[in-house]
């Protein structure tokens, strides 16, 4: 059974460009949230999905937008990138909004030069 | 503004020693207080949680210990191990919300030596 897939699992952009990251959730998970992890720091919450709508969201500009598919699979868009954007980004899925039974991905190191 | 103030910043063991972690919150709002174990190159990990209705829970070597009026709550790892050297997060939930709008501490490098 597979855990929470995230891709890519690095990248390299440009100050100004736009990427968007991706997840799969857990089989049996509904519900992605999206966390931002600066180097030695904490995962800091930045959204969450479900039932393809922004459910909660955290203190990030509008920058950040995200989406979430009919088959629970989730993206992180993030425009006009800043050196301060470059961190590890960490999804986490769980089976309902209630449920605090989360798993969390391997993340994808974005690095903004 | 951080909720959730984590020390220490990091903390050497020797094998079979016990690490302490320690953690105190702000918000009594929080009403869910996991541990994450976390390797280089992985995700966070849930190790072991516990809610303010209990002062202790014990998983294996792992113990959460819970202070509601100091707003304090603490891991102690027992018989600490080699495989065990990770960095550990506290975080916290709010009562209310929904189960993933966690609050993280900053973390503490373990390393535990032979």
């Known amino acids: 059974d597979a855990g929470v897939t995230q891709s890519p699992t690095h990248l390299i952009k440009t100050r100004g460009q736009q990427v968007t990251l991706r997840c799969s959730p857990k089989?049996?998970?509904?519900?992605v949230s999206w966390y931002q992890q600066a180097l030695g720091q904490g995962p800091q919450f930045i959204f969450q999905y479900y039932e393809e709508e922004e459910r909660q969201r955290g203190n990030f500009p509008d920058r950040f937008s995200g989406h979430q598919f009919p088959n629970y699979s989730s993206e992180l868009n993030v425009n006009a990138l800043l050196l301060g954007d470059s961190a590890l980004y960490l999804c986490a899925s769980s089976p309902d909004l209630a449920d605090y039974g989360y798993t969390f991905g391997s993340g994808t190191r974005l690095t903004v030069v | 503004q951080q909720q959730v103030k984590q020390s220490p910043q990091s903390l050497i063991v020797q094998k079979g020693g016990i690490s302490i972690i320690n953690c105190a919150y702000e918000n009594t709002a929080f009403d869910y207080f996991p541990w994450y174990q976390q390797f280089p190159g992985k995700g966070p990990a849930l190790l072991i949680a516990i809610r303010p209705d209990v002062s202790e829970k014990k998983e294996g070597r792992f113990t959460i210990s819970f202070n509601k009026s100091a707003k304090q709550f603490s891991l102690h790892i027992m018989d600490s191990q080699p495989g065990d050297s990770a960095t550990y997060f506290c975080a916290a939930n709010p009562r209310g919300g929904t189960a993933s709008k966690l609050t993280f501490g900053t973390g503490t490098r373990l390393q535990v030596t032979l």
């Open positions: 089989s049996g998970h509904d519900t």
